[in-house]
């Protein structure tokens, strides 16, 4: 990522430095050489060189895109998240972006997505289903390819009955894994959620790669089941899920509160 920010400016910075050696042997070496001249050449050119190439850098930062999370969701950005997961796993294993969006709709809260610019390059679903939905997660019959807004719970109707939260899908692009994207996500879909977090009694997963079953490892989520569709279902409390994500145990959280 660095290197794709700042290529042009690197590669100044070393032709700069190559050269201005270069001229420092040739007028300070031979008969005719001029040592003390040389001295005085190699810094005036290192600095010039330095100048130039955090001037370059500075103009390539301040035209770049910036790496955001989007507040609006548009059918475009949901077309492209389908494109990223086709990246790792067949059609049969993912929501048509028409009805991601529908789900984005009507419950915004179901999709935190960040992008470079307009592209997406991270996104996180995180949102309740519907009791039947939730067992037949668990219990590998259900394969969220099929998922219609019709399986989503309203968080916020206004009754105390138990949230079963649903953790769609997590996914970064290579890129830019390793900055904290993912986690920060994750922190923003669980905010969503903080009204009603009482009522989330548990979340689960249902993973399509290996990479995938480790994040939900990683995570403190236990595998349950192998679905009839060859993915790994795994789960755990939704009070474990938010003390791993932000790192604050939940019981201090409610006493502070």
């Not at 201005?20 to 190699?42: C, H, M, N, T, W």
């Not at 190439?53 to 999370?69: D, G």
């Not at 390059?121 to 969220?144: C, M, Q, S, T, W």
Request: proline share 4%; hydrophobic share 40%; net charge negative.
């Amino acid at each position: 990522m660095f290197w794709q920010a700042n290529k042009i400016a690197v590669i100044t910075l070393i032709l700069g430095v190559v050269l201005s050696f270069a001229a420092y042997f040739i007028i300070g070496s031979g008969p005719q050489g001029d040592l003390e001249l040389a001295r005085k050449v190699l810094p005036t050119a290192l600095c010039a060189v330095l100048f130039i190439s955090a001037l370059i850098a500075f103009i390539q930062a301040k035209n770049a895109p910036t790496l955001h999370i989007v507040d609006e969701l548009t059918p475009q950005h949901f077309e492209q998240m389908a494109r990223l997961e086709a990246q790792y796993y067949g059609e049969d294993s993912i929501t048509p972006a028409a009805e991601a969006y529908r789900w984005y709709q009507r419950y915004p809260s179901t999709t935190v997505a960040a992008a470079l610019g307009d592209e997406i390059v991270a996104f996180v679903n995180l949102f309740p289903v519907k009791e039947e939905i939730y067992h037949a997660l668990r219990a590998g019959d259900f394969n969220d390819h099929t998922l219609t807004l019709e399986g989503l719970a309203d968080p916020h109707d206004g009754s105390e009955e138990p949230l079963h939260m649903f953790l769609c899908c997590v996914l970064t692009e290579p890129a830019y894994r390793g900055l904290g994207l993912t986690r920060h996500l994750l922190s923003l879909a669980i905010e969503q959620y903080e009204d009603v977090q009482h009522r989330c009694r548990s979340i689960i997963t249902d993973n399509v790669t290996p990479e995938g079953a480790e994040f939900s490892r990683r995570y403190g989520f236990e595998q349950v089941q192998t679905s009839d569709h060859n993915s790994l279902i795994f789960e755990q409390e939704y009070s474990s899920f938010v003390e791993r994500v932000t790192g604050v145990a939940q019981g201090n959280a409610t006493n502070a509160a």
